[in-house]
Nanobody, 121 residues
Framework: QVQLVESGGGLVQAGGSLRLSCASSGRILADYSMGWFRQAPGKERERLLGINWMGSRTLYTNSVKDRFTISRDNAKNTVVLQMNNLEPEDTAVYYC??????????????WGQGTQVTVSS
């Protein structure tokens, strides 16, 4: 059984930064793509960024381009989302996800429990 555990959410002022981490346990996920989604109140879950085991990154949402970056450490089974220049519109629950294969699909195999990010204006 694979478990994904996020950490690093919280409250930040607009223009600030946060770093979210996701640690996976159970099976080794070195051949999985990993990434991040978010869901704001009243909105659908949104796919943000993905990274496969070779380090190839894919941006799925232009609103976070040049502000959010994704990285992973295969040896530690972790993936990190660095969020800079945060905006109130980034307020959401952020979810880590893992998906078998070279791309992060919209319906990944595994989800984390989510971590709240709140950006104040």
């Amino acid at each position: 059984q694979v478990q994904l555990v996020e950490s690093g959410g919280g409250l930040v002022q607009a223009g600030g930064s946060l770093r979210l981490s996701c640690a996976s346990s159970g099976r080794i996920l070195a051949d999985y793509s990993m990434g991040w989604f978010r869901q704001a109140p009243g909105k659908e879950r949104e796919r943000l960024l993905g990274i496969n085991w070779m380090g190839s990154r894919t941006l799925y949402t232009n609103s976070v381009k040049d502000r959010f970056t994704i990285s992973r450490d295969n040896a530690k089974n972790t993936v990190v989302l660095q969020m800079n220049n945060l905006e109130p519109e980034d307020t959401a629950v952020y979810y880590c996800a893992a998906d078998r294969g070279t791309m992060l699909s919209s319906t990944p195999d595994y989800w984390g429990q989510g971590t709240q990010v709140t950006v104040s204006s």
